[in-house]
Structure formats: structure tokens, C-alpha cells
């Protein structure tokens, strides 16, 4: 198959959780395990467009900062 980004002919490839094409590992700017079954890449593409890479770096495992900020 070809890659969705580059056109590069690939055997492997990982989907954009963003523009949901499927995409070499050249492509892939950043990958981030959630849990055992759920891995969320991101594109170079997606990487370059603000709102995008927030949204991927907000995909994190229950931030332990939340419970730092909690008052009591
Ligand atoms: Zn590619
Ligand atoms: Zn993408």
C-alpha cells in the first residue's frame, strides 16, 4: 500500500488520530501510548495546526497534576 501522506510505498503503517489517513512512520511526528489497547498518533500535518497538537498533548493518563491543584 502507499502511504496516505507521501505516497511512499510502505508494508506497515499507523492511522492519524486527526485526518484518519494512513501514514509511514516517516509521517507519524509523534505517537503516545493512552492504555494498553490505545495508541494516539499524530501527523506532521496535524503536528503543524495549533489546535491539533494541543488536543494530542492533552491525551494523557489521568494527570497527576489534577489532584496537586485540588483544595481542600
Ligand atoms: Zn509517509
Ligand atoms: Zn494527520
Known amino acids: 500500500m502507499l502511504c496516505?501522506?507521501?505516497r511512499k510505498e510502505i508494508h506497515k503503517h499507523e492511522t492519524c488520530n486527526y485526518c484518519k489517513r494512513?501514514?509511514?512512520?516517516?509521517?507519524v511526528k509523534s505517537s503516545?501510548?493512552?492504555s494498553?489497547?490505545?495508541r494516539v498518533v499524530i501527523c506532521k500535518d496535524d503536528w503543524s495546526k495549533i489546535?491539533?497538537?494541543k488536543a494530542f498533548k492533552a491525551t494523557e493518563v489521568k494527570?497527576?497534576?489534577e489532584e496537586r491543584e485540588?483544595?481542600?
Not at 22 to 27: G, P, R
Request: glycine share 0%; aromatic share 4%; with cysteine.
Open 4 to 6: 496516505e501522506r507521501c
Open 51 to 53: 489546535p491539533n497538537r
Open 22 to 27: 494512513k501514514i509511514c512512520v516517516n509521517c
Open 70 to 72: 485540588r483544595r481542600y
Open 63 to 65: 494527570p497527576k497534576r
Open 32 to 34: 503516545r501510548r493512552v
Open 36 to 38: 494498553k489497547t490505545t
